[in-house]
């Protein structure tokens, strides 16, 4: 005998409530200044794992944006700690932050309001 199948909106948690939760971890990671880093790792996993679930919806391209901010992220941390040796990583490494919270707080918000994060 074999179990009923439920339908999309019954099955888990809902793909709205996946992308708040990436977005809340990302956010977590940043508020804590990387003692919760972990948290940010698994917002991406996490944003891998489901981004073939949303293919198609609203909600791909939020997980777009979340990956794209993690990925440009690092590298421009990555640059600004080498930097740091010539004394202008720590200005390049705030502008990286801030463009990072920037962008998870104008995807989040977007999400809200049920739009696309992508900028006009």
Request: aromatic content about 14%; cysteine-free; glycine content about 10%.
């Amino acid at each position: 005998m074999s179990q009923p199948h439920l339908p999309e909106s019954e099955q888990g948690l809902p793909l709205r409530t996946v992308v708040h939760a990436v977005y809340a971890l990302f956010a977590i990671g940043i508020i804590s200044m990387g003692v919760f880093g972990a948290s940010i790792i698994a917002a991406v996993v996490l944003a891998y794992y489901k981004r073939g679930d949303v293919a198609g919806t609203i909600y791909a391209s939020h997980l777009d944006w979340i990956i794209k901010t993690f990925w440009w992220g690092l590298l421009w941390l990555a640059i600004s700690a080498v930097l740091t040796m010539i004394f202008i990583g720590w200005i390049t490494g705030i502008i990286a932050l801030v463009w990072i919270i920037f962008r998870v707080i104008k995807g989040w918000l977007s999400h809200f309001s049920g739009q696309s994060p992508e900028l006009e």
